[in-house]
């Protein structure tokens, strides 16, 4: 009999050891309270011989894992899920208990397209998700575009006849402070201007850059839709085509 014949799953030499039920000894492991060789294990499944030391850790507890909400500041082009992993997170953030199973069953309740940069959340949490759907909606938010190029002298005008009110932070950057509008409000940003509408075409593509407001709540789900009609008015009224 050759040693991978005598491996066990670790729950049930977690379970044999403590001893409990084998559901605690899953609860025990997935909560990252078992070493194998010194080493967490989190899966329970995962295979042990006899020969290798499994240890349970002092302030191991069967409470209830809660669901977690996630808050991601996600630079411009990373993958959102990416960014989770531990190889992607800090120092500083490594120091948070931060399981495995926080990885699962993720909601993404205010995705972002990779190019965007700005608040990414992801929920395990059913009441987290539908708050943000339901209110969200409501709730005025800021978002800023970084351009490049001139604009046409009456190019702010236009971009104020949009879903929300447009300024210039500095000479690079306009902010927009908007509301998710109607689909019919949608609809008609992504109409074209007339081409006397355009401005002089400037040298690169705008780059989207967005953050929800301080003090603020979280932007709602339908801010896909939102940042592309915005984008594409952003680049009408600049006089370049959209891409993606």
């Given at each position: 009999?050759?040693?991978?014949?005598?491996?066990?799953?670790?729950?049930?030499?977690?379970?044999?050891?403590?001893?409990?039920?084998?559901?605690?000894?899953?609860?025990?492991?997935?909560?990252?309270?078992?070493?194998?060789?010194?080493?967490?294990?989190?899966?329970?499944?995962?295979?042990?011989?006899?020969?290798?030391?499994?240890?349970?850790?002092?302030?191991?507890?069967?409470?209830?894992?809660?669901?977690?909400?996630?808050?991601?500041?996600?630079?411009?082009?990373?993958?959102?899920?990416?960014?989770?992993?531990?190889?992607?997170?800090?120092?500083?953030?490594?120091?948070?208990?931060?399981?495995?199973?926080?990885?699962?069953?993720?909601?993404?309740?205010?995705?972002?397209?990779?190019?965007?940069?700005?608040?990414?959340?992801?929920?395990?949490?059913?009441?987290?998700?539908?708050?943000?759907?339901?209110?969200?909606?409501?709730?005025?938010?800021?978002?800023?575009?970084?351009?490049?190029?001139?604009?046409?002298?009456?190019?702010?005008?236009l971009l104020n006849q949009g879903a929300?009110?447009?300024?210039?932070?500095?000479?690079?950057?306009?902010?927009?402070?908007?509301?998710?509008?109607?689909?019919?409000?949608?609809?008609?940003?992504?109409?074209?201007?007339?081409?006397?509408h355009r401005s002089k075409a400037p040298?690169?593509?705008?780059?989207?850059?967005?953050?929800?407001?301080?003090?603020?709540?979280?932007?709602?789900?339908?801010?896909?839709?939102?940042?592309?009609?915005?984008?594409?008015?952003?680049?009408?009224?600049?006089?370049?085509?959209?891409?993606?």
């Amino acid at each position: 009999m050759n040693n991978e014949d005598n491996t066990i799953r670790l729950a049930k030499r977690v379970a044999d050891m403590v001893p409990c039920s084998r559901r605690e000894a899953e609860n025990y492991i997935e909560g990252a309270y078992v070493t194998v060789d010194g080493e967490i294990v989190e899966e329970p499944g995962a295979r042990v011989a006899p020969g290798q030391q499994v240890a349970l850790s002092a302030d191991a507890t069967l409470l209830d894992i809660a669901p977690v909400t996630i808050l991601l500041n996600k630079p411009a082009g990373a993958d959102a899920l990416a960014c989770l992993l531990p190889e992607a997170r800090s120092k500083d953030a490594q120091r948070v208990r931060f399981l495995k199973r926080h990885l699962r069953n993720l909601t993404a309740c205010l995705a972002l397209d990779k190019q965007a940069s700005g608040l990414f959340v992801f929920t395990q949490d059913f009441r987290v998700a539908r708050k943000l759907v339901d209110e969200g909606a409501t709730v005025e938010q800021e978002l800023i575009v970084d351009v490049e190029g001139e604009i046409a002298d009456n190019g702010l005008t236009l971009l104020n006849q949009g879903a929300g009110k447009v300024s210039w932070q500095n000479e690079h950057r306009l902010r927009f402070a908007v509301k998710p509008p109607k689909p019919a409000g949608r609809q008609a940003m992504r109409r074209r201007r007339p081409e006397s509408h355009r401005s002089k075409a400037p040298a690169h593509r705008p780059h989207l850059h967005v953050r929800p407001a301080a003090g603020r709540m979280a932007l709602p789900p339908r801010l896909r839709a939102l940042l592309s009609a915005i984008y594409s008015r952003v680049c009408v009224n600049l006089g370049v085509r959209p891409q993606g």
